[in-house]
């Protein structure tokens, strides 16, 4: 990754740590940070970060907050395709210890020990994996002493204290898109009254989803990654009972359960460094910002969903797509489709936003953007299918669905749309494979379902061919905007 | 006790040159690879290997990685 570091500090030291793996610029000469981000030279502009990292000292060093504020937004600007981060060094120093070594302050502007710079080093590596998508995106809640100090069930709703430093942080990493789900052992009847509560700060329509009843909380997490269509591996559970964390691990390796402090004056903290490990603020696109209403209105259709024969189902969903050529504002979401997507995702790649804007404006492949939605709510930018073309064949190279819209055979009419496209260009070939990683299993056999047909297989991998026209059309219920 | 030979390559490691290019007689600025920024990251990285804190005033003075050495075995 091509990583831009702008310090306060010296920070040669750590760049020397990091070019094993990463290809790192620095501003010449010291002190240059401010001025660099403001007025960025270009150098820095041919060298094109992906990454920029804002390392400000203040333990040692000094900045105002004004300037890093303005420095942050002038670079936002300058870089668009970039992501600028500003790690928390403090509370990464606090939780590290040990973290400076003033000989290296007096002899080099560098205040970091080796310890210090090992973990500046590992949270670099960290945010950079939640860069690409790797970040967690569900917080799993307990109730009970964990969202308000009593229990409900015996105290009833006047004997709690509902911990609002904590519940004000909870909302606001739910703001930037964090899914939040309620897990407690509770009689649903006991926790209604909290709703209307006005000392509680998250409120009912804040979750996602609930699961009061007495259940262990192991299954109603995997019940609750189901019913959300998300992998367990991005839950972080959140109890302040350690026999339930410990249950949680055992049963549930996947599931991030990290200690709960029981002082309520540490909570806050805690949750600050919750958000920092597993939840890291990157740049949001708005489909993150809207993404706890579409997973309410995922639970609303599977409601609907348990009444009728499938067939009538999707028909009375009334789906609807915009299927299209990739536009210009469409690039970052693509993007990070092909990062976070693993399940509907034949081939896997993982673009860069500039990677991605490469494809767009090369003449010899069909990029399609997929936007849809249905009678519960628009669902946004949900999957793009990417073919390069040579002559009469073309290559299906990506075919990426977000699992939100999953087992609703939206994908095969975003396939009629594909194949709409291929021979409107004049293609009458089209080939396509598929890859086998950790996740993508649901999509091993998406091309046969398609009426591909099989020509080559082996234990990881698939290829396929199509001649177009095809003889039977697809089967879908998706109404075409 | 370290032997000089664990020393070179942990030192090797550090630098990223091969074990056998340097020795205890590497001096300072001899290789490309040791500028000042990785004189202060060798007295880092080895003082947190070895358990060792070379005093901030003596930094400067080390000209050869035998000087490091020293205070391993000091």
């Known amino acids: 990754m091509r990583i831009a570091i702008l310090s306060n500090v010296t920070v040669e030291v750590l760049a020397g740590m990091l070019n094993k793996e990463h290809s790192i610029w620095l501003p010449p000469g010291f002190g240059a940070w401010i001025e660099t981000a403001l007025k960025p030279s270009q150098e820095m502009v041919a060298f094109d970060p992906e990454a920029i990292f804002l390392l400000l000292d203040s333990s040692h060093a000094t900045f105002d907050a004004d300037s890093a504020l303005r420095a942050k937004s002038s670079l936002e600007t300058a870089f668009p395709n970039a992501t600028i981060i500003v790690p928390e060094l403090e509370d990464l120093a606090d939780e590290v210890g040990a973290f400076f070594d003033e000989r290296m302050w007096k002899i080099g502007s560098m205040p970091w020990s080796m310890k210090g710079l090992r973990a500046i080093k590992d949270e670099i590596n960290r945010l950079i994996r939640a860069m690409k998508g790797e970040r967690k995106k569900v917080l799993a809640l307990d109730f009970d002493n964990t969202l308000w100090s009593g229990v409900i069930g015996e105290d009833g709703v ?26 407690t052992k509770n009689n649903l009847a006991d926790v209604e009254p909290v709703w209307t509560d006005e000392r509680m700060v998250l409120k009912l329509n804040d979750f996602a989803l609930l699961k009061i009843d007495w259940s262990d909380k192991a299954s109603n997490l995997a019940s609750a990654a189901k019913e959300l269509n998300l992998g367990i591996d991005s839950f972080v559970f959140v109890d302040d009972n350690p026999a339930e964390r410990e249950q949680m691990k055992a ?11 029981q002082d309520e004056a540490m909570l806050t903290k805690f949750l600050r460094r919750i958000a920092r490990l597993y939840f890291p603020e990157l740049r949001l696109t708005d489909e993150d910002r809207r993404k706890t209403a579409q997973y309410i209105e995922e639970s609303a259709r599977r409601e609907f969903a348990a009444t009728l024969s499938v067939d009538d189902y999707l028909r009375g969903l009334k789906m609807w797509a915009d299927v299209h050529q990739i536009a210009d504002a469409e690039i970052p979401r693509v993007a990070q489709l092909s990062q976070k997507t693993n ?3 034949v081939l896997t790649n993982r673009y860069t936003i500039d990677e991605v804007n490469g494809f767009a404006h090369d003449g010899g492949r069909v990029l399609l953007t997929v936007h849809s939605g249905d009678r519960f709510g628009d669902q946004g930018l949900v999957a793009f299918v990417q073919a390069v073309v040579a002559g009469d064949k073309a290559t299906i190279v990506d075919w990426v669905m977000s699992c939100r819209t999953m087992n609703r055979r939206l994908e095969f009419a975003v396939e009629e749309r594909l194949e709409l496209e291929l021979s409107r260009r004049g293609i009458s070939h089209v080939l396509a494979s598929w890859r086998r990683t950790l996740k993508n299993a649901p999509v091993e056999n998406l091309f046969d379902a398609f009426g591909f047909d099989l020509v080559e297989v082996s234990a990881d991998e698939r290829k396929y061919e199509l001649k177009l026209p095809r003889k039977e059309a697809l089967k879908h219920y998706v109404d075409f905007k | 006790m370290t032997t000089e030979k664990d020393f070179l390559v942990f030192v090797a490691g550090v630098l990223d040159v091969p074990a056998e290019s340097i020795s205890l007689g590497t001096a300072y600025e001899s290789i490309p ?4 920024v990785m004189q202060l990251r060798l007295t880092l990285e080895i003082g947190s290997e070895y358990d060792v804190e070379i005093p901030v005033d003596e930094i400067a003075d080390i000209k050869t990685l035998g000087g490091f050495y020293k205070y391993l075995t000091a």
């Open chain 1, 343 to 345: 399940q509907f995702n």
């Open chain 1, 158 to 183: 006047n004997g709690i204290k509902p911990y609002t430093e904590f519940q004000r942080g909870i909302k606001a990493l739910k703001e930037r898109g964090v899914v939040l789900v309620g897990l």
């Open chain 2, 33 to 36: 690879e040791w500028d000042s």
């Open chain 1, 251 to 261: 049963m549930l390796p996947e599931v991030v359960v990290p200690e709960v402090p």
